[in-house]
């Protein structure tokens, strides 16, 4: 049995870093390593902001975005088309959109896709709530863009969305998968290909 080398504080810092995604415990133990090292310039401000995101950061009750105010600062902007709302999985993937810049409409985040096998239902996302929204809109939502990961659990998502929007006078559209942007077919897996030939358009 390997005798540790640390004090609990220290131990009990690298377990909870290796929770982190991508943070095994041997990354774990390096980051807390690193930590204590800058204690003055890394490990006290961190400190310091985690403690103020503790206090501060809060979902927002309306798209399901993080952020210091709910509603958000993303439903709450002027500029933004309300009556286009792209659903998506995860907070994740509105910062994804948001820095790519393609698109000026408002979110929905599920909170995950739909997994049996996983104990994942409808009741454990935040589709219910869209279908509210949109029913009950000051400004009429003309689109829905499900912007879903190509996923099996995705597209089961996406259809389940789909029926459960059918009645409400809404546009549903979704994301076009396929060749990305600079990439050469002979490295392409045989899905995307086959995406991409679906998915084709004149020019």
């Known amino acids: 049995m390997s005798k540790s080398v640390t004090g609990p504080e220290i131990e009990r810092l690298i ?25 003055e310039n890394l490990l006290i ?22 952020d210091t105010t709910s509603p958000c600062t993303l439903c709450t902007d002027p500029r933004r088309d309300n009556s286009t709302i792209v659903v998506i999985e995860d907070v994740a993937d509105l910062w994804a959109l948001e820095r790519a ?69 809404v546009k549903i559209t979704r994301l076009a998968h396929g060749v990305p942007v600079g990439g050469e077919l002979d490295y392409l897996d045989e899905g995307t290909l086959a995406a991409a030939i679906k998915s084709r358009s004149g020019f």
């Open 15 to 39: 377990q909870l870093l290796a929770k982190l995604p991508g943070l095994g415990p041997r990354s774990a133990r390096r980051a807390a390593l690193h930590l204590i090292k800058k204690k």
């Open 45 to 66: 401000p961190l400190s310091a902001a985690m403690a103020q995101a503790v206090e501060k950061v809060r979902v927002c009750e309306t798209c399901g975005n993080v």
């Open 101 to 169: 810049a393609v698109i000026n409409a408002t979110y929905h985040v599920l909170g995950g896709v739909l997994s049996p096998l996983d104990g994942i239902g409808p009741e454990d996302l935040a589709i219910a709530s869209l279908v509210d929204r949109i029913d009950n809109a000051t400004i009429p939502v003309k689109e829905v863009i499900i912007a879903v990961n190509a996923t099996v659990e995705g597209q089961t998502t996406a259809h389940y969305i789909t029926d459960q929007l059918e009645g409400l006078e």
